[in-house]
């Protein structure tokens, strides 16, 4: 099972501030949105979103686990 947490304006998309999936292995970060998109019906695969696996930035195609925590959220810009 992995556990899904959403950000800012992902969040406010989703309704939601976390989801658990279950996922095979072999599993990446992109295989997380895509089950997200299909459990939700939201489609965020064409805005341009980051991830973290347990806290750490990662690319869409770094491999996730059982029991890994995977974030999405939008950039951050400041002034």
Known sequence: MIEVKFFASIREQLGCAQLCLPLPDGACVADV????????????????LLAAVNMAHVAMTAPVSDGDEVAFFPPVTGG
Do not use: K, P
């Open 33 to 48: 949105l895509q089950a997200v998109e299909a459990r939700t019906g939201v489609h965020l695969a064409g805005q341009h």
